[in-house]
């Protein structure tokens, strides 16, 4: 039964490869988010799909590529990996207009690249 | 500055201990005001969530709001063990893009 699923869960990688992250979330939400948490815990918003549609687009380099194929899934590309991507990636989701705007998180992504 | 800015921790104090996080903010715009939790290596769960100056009690959980000064705290009673965690202030606008901006989070850690 869970809620926000995230793949994979670990991901070690050498600098200048191309990787994908995968989000999946089964409670009927129709807005998701990617946030990056870096070594200081600090948590940032990168991208939010409303319904397949990009509704928020930080100040992210172009390397990264999300895509929405349904309002259940957000996928999350990197290309040319560098050491400043490492970090974890966790994907959120939430009912757009809900009482409470509240967002549940995914258990995260680590990304090292080396 | 940071929209919002939180005090950094880490906080060490005794079980039983009344713990108080706090978080200001800069932008008058926010209306939602969230605490959410999170234990090492799993994401963050909310934890308390208010959209009004005032307090609000769930358990041993009390969050504070005050518009007027920008200001918002949460409050830990008889503090156990298992609240060893970090704890994250989330402010939201609300609106179309229900976007969050959070704090930096403050590390607490709950001795036996």
């Known amino acids: 039964d869970t809620a926000v699923s995230q793949t994979p869960k670990y991901l070690v990688t050498q600098m200048g490869n191309d990787k994908s992250i995968k989000c999946e979330q089964n409670?009927?939400?129709?807005?998701m988010y990617w946030y990056k948490q870096d070594s200081k815990k600090f948590l940032k918003i990168m991208f939010s799909?409303?319904?397949?549609?990009?509704?928020i687009n930080e100040t992210v380099p172009n390397r990264f590529s999300p895509k929405s194929p349904d309002k259940a899934h957000l996928n999350l590309h990197i290309n040319s990996l560098e050491l400043g991507d490492s970090a974890v990636y966790f994907c959120?989701?939430?009912?757009?207009?809900?009482?409470?705007?509240?967002?549940?998180f995914g258990p995260g992504t680590r990304l090292t690249v080396l | 500055q940071k929209e919002v800015e939180q005090d950094p921790g880490p906080l060490s104090v005794p079980e039983g201990a009344i713990v108080s996080l706090n978080c200001t903010y800069s932008?008058?715009?926010?209306?939602?005001f969230m605490w959410y939790r999170q234990y090492s290596r799993k994401g963050p769960e909310l934890l308390m969530y208010?959209?009004?100056?005032g307090n609000k009690e769930d358990g041993r959980f009390t969050a504070q709001v005050d518009k007027s000064s920008k200001y918002i705290s949460l409050f830990i009673r008889d503090s156990q063990p298992s609240d060893s965690a970090t704890y994250l202030c989330?402010?939201?606008?609300?609106?179309?893009?229900?976007?969050?901006?959070f704090g930096t989070g403050t590390l607490l850690a709950v001795q036996p």
């Open positions: 959120a989701s939430s009912l757009q207009g809900g009482a409470r705007n509240e967002q549940f």
């Open positions: 932008n008058s715009a926010f209306q939602y």
């Open positions: 989330a402010l939201g606008t609300g609106g179309a893009t229900n976007k969050l901006i």
């Open positions: 208010t959209y009004s100056s």
């Open positions: 409670l009927g939400h129709d807005t």
């Open positions: 799909y409303n319904n397949k549609e990009l509704i």
